[in-house]
Structures are given as structure tokens and as C-alpha cells.
């Protein structure tokens, strides 16, 4: 099986993280899948960001979930400490904004993250809620993913949602919690994973790897049985002889 690719994050390794204009780039590129992050403003704007903290993509240690969104509005980010002055010109984006993107691309699907960090500031069902709020007309393109289980549980029970669970860690426990909630996506570290010899737990769901930036490493989980592998670094792995194939499949 030659894996789908996900665009997680857009392409970090050349646009900074969770960037409009990375993820426009991605799309352009022939992206059919993508992945972000959402944290939500202490005035309960929701952004896309995979820290709690602006530190890394702005230089500015702003906790999101106690800062008001006009306070870090028009902070320059452009992820500085890997980018230099390249992308300053770059701003947080919005949620409405990539569903805005999103609605553009309708064959395009987005997995979206609940981050654990939003969970806790906000609680389950109000981050859950905004959050489809905002996603509303994009709804059928996109898949509510998180490592909290509980939100999970009430995507699928109170509003019969899709959903994929990032597991936190390879355990009889883990397997048995995935069973009973049957999602329809199980994402997992590839560091989490058991050796190559290890069988994966069989259930509805389809298998999704993350961070693969090697073609042939991509494959191998495709040997596998995983159907898709998250990506830094798209471009160059679309553009690989061994997986060119996958945008056709």
C-alpha cells in the first residue's frame, strides 16, 4: 500500500508551522489532506496553533488561552528563530480564515486538533462547540482529532461526529478504550508504534502515522497496513519516485 500523505501543519520545514500560506502552498501543491492545530483566545477567538505559548512562531511568550486576541492581532509570525525576517510579514490565523481556505478546496480534507491545552482552559464540550461553530460550513471535509478521549467520546455520542484519537501510548489498555469507542481514525507517534514484526490492533478505523519525512520510511509503514502518514516536508515526498503514485490511489 502506498500511504496517503497529510500535510501536517501545512509544511513546517518550509513554511512557518500552521501558516495560511503554508497550508495555501500545500494545496496548490496537491495536498488532499491536511492537518491543524486549534487553541482558543481567553475572548474566545479560535487560532491555529500547536503550543499553548506564541513563543516559538512569534517571539512573544503569550499564553493563548489568557490572552485576548487583539493583544497578539498583529504580531509578526513568521516562526523567527528558524525563519529570520523571511515571513515576518506572516500573522496567527484564524480558524474562520482556513475554513475560508478550506471551503475553497472542497476535495480537501482537514483533520482538525483539539489541543489538550484548550480542553483544559475551556473544557470539553465548550472547545468542542466553538470550535464546530466555526467550522460549520466546512463540516463534511473536516475530521475532529485529540489525545482527550472524553471529547471524543461526546463528538461521537451527542453529535455523531467522525472523529480520530491521537493515542498517548501502545498499551491492552489503550486497545481496549479504542474498541469501545471505535473511532474512525487511530493517529499514533511513530516512536509509539510496536517493532515492524508487531501487529496493529485490528478494529474499523484507519491507521494514521506521524512524523514520516523519508519516502521509503513512508512505505514501510504502507507495507503495514497504515493508510496514511502526516509529513513536515509534502512537497518533497509527492514529488518522490516511490510515492508519486499516492495522489491517484
Known sequence: MIPQLIAH???????????????????????????????ITSDNIPIL??????????GHDYLIASTAYPVIRDLPA???????????????????????LLARWPGVTAFVEVKLATIKSRGAVA????????????????????????????CKESRKLPVGWVIPEWSAANRQRAQELQPDYLFCNRKRLPPETG???????????????????????????????????????????QLRGHADD
Open 9 to 39: 501543519r501545512g509544511e513546517p520545514d518550509s513554511w512557518p508551522e500552521n501558516s495560511l500560506a503554508g497550508y495555501e502552498a500545500m494545496l496548490h501543491a496537491g495536498a488532499r489532506y491536511i492537518e491543524t492545530d486549534v487553541q
Open 127 to 154: 472547545a468542542v462547540e466553538l470550535i464546530l461553530e466555526y467550522i460549520d460550513r466546512v463540516l463534511s471535509q473536516c475530521i475532529l482529532i485529540s489525545f482527550d478521549y472524553e471529547c471524543l467520546v461526546y
Open 199 to 241: 501487529l496493529l490492533w485490528r478494529g474499523s478505523w484507519r491507521w494514521a502515522v506521524y512524523t514520516i519525512n523519508d519516502a521509503a520510511e513512508a512505505l514501510i509503514y504502507g507495507k503495514r497496513g497504515i493508510e496514511f502518514v502526516e509529513t513536515n516536508c509534502f512537497s518533497q515526498l509527492l514529488a518522490s519516485p
Open 78 to 100: 513568521g516562526y523567527p528563530e528558524r525563519f529570520g525576517e523571511r515571513f515576518s510579514e506572516l500573522r496567527i490565523t484564524r480558524l474562520d480564515q482556513f475554513v475560508e
Open 49 to 58: 496553533s500547536h503550543d499553548p505559548s506564541l513563543l516559538k512562531i512569534t
